[in-house]
């Protein structure tokens, strides 16, 4: 048999005759699916929200003060951020994913969009809200988000770590919960959703019992205008996309941020 030939990351998006790049192609980024939060990835992390120079992430919005307001922890290939960017054009957003190939995919598909929305309308601003940081949520959260500059958190999907020894592994765990309650705001959402009851349940359980959380139910985010962040968080990431061909169910639960008294 001979010899496949492996493409890279930076081979990985084609151009065209216009000098235009494709789409990146998710085969060509291909990794193991577990990264462990554990190790030590030899990643480089700002040693605070304040050293991040964030017009080099959003160069559209340079002097413009912003800094993310929504975070998508463990985005994966970046569905959920593709989805809501022109939603919330003028909302920034960063993803956040451990595995190095999956978040270089991400940062060429958002380059590539990008580009092509340039093209199409030379004064658009599309897809310039969103970027990807590759890093560990779990250990750098507060060295990229200051304190309740959040107004949405989510967590779609998240690896289940079914065994019981691996449920410190989990992203939702009681010893995290105050680096997500102090990067959201009063009034911030945190949104989860799976596929995997038992990970549903523990997630519930968990941040219902925070006492800087409380469950606020699908309909009352409805009727505050988040319809449109929950229709994504249901349907627009790859994860959830599988779920669906697979004839899986869907749980989600939401939290509020509420006020320290
Ligand atoms: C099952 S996937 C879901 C991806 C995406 N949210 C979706 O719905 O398609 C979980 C993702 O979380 C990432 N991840 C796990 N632990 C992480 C951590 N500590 N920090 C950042 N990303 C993490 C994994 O690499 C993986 O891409």
Redesign the pocket.
């Known amino acids: 048999m001979g010899k496949r030939k492996r493409t890279t990351a930076a081979t990985a998006t084609t151009t065209t005759s216009s000098d235009l790049p494709l789409l990146p192609q998710k085969k060509h980024y291909r990794q193991r699916a577990h ?1 462990n ?1 554990f190790s030590d990835h030899s990643l480089q992390y700002p040693i605070a929200p304040h050293a991040i120079d964030w017009s080099v992430h959003y160069p559209a919005f340079s002097g413009t003060g912003k800094a993310p307001e929504f975070a998508d ?5 970046g ?1 959920l951020l593709i989805a809501l960017a022109p939603i919330f054009p003028d909302t920034l957003m960063l993803g ?4 190095v190939q ?1 978040s270089q995919y991400v940062q060429d598909r958002i380059a590539a969009l990008r580009v092509t929305g340039q093209a199409d309308d030379p004064d658009s601003t599309s897809y310039q809200n969103v970027s990807i940081v590759r ?4 250990k750098f959260l507060p060295n990229y988000f200051s304190k309740n500059s959040l107004s949405a958190l989510f967590f ?4 289940p770590h079914f065994k019981s020894r691996k449920h410190k592994a989990r ?1 939702i765990s009681p010893t995290l919960l105050a680096e997500y309650a102090y990067v959201l705001r009063p009034g911030g959402i945190v949104y989860t959703i799976t596929d995997v009851k038992d990970l549903h349940d523990w997630m519930r359980v968990h941040l219902s019992a925070f006492p800087l959380f409380e469950p606020v139910d699908e309909e009352t985010l409805r009727s505050e205008g988040k319809g449109p962040i929950i229709d994504a968080v249901y349907t627009s ?4 996309k599988k779920v669906e061909r697979n004839g899986g169910e869907k749980w989600l639960a939401c939290f509020r941020r509420i006020e320290c008294h």
């Open positions: 990264a939060p922890v463990g985005c994966g290939f569905g956040m994913e451990i595995r999956v890093a560990n949520a779990m779609l999907f998240p690896d992203i990431t790859e994860e959830g």
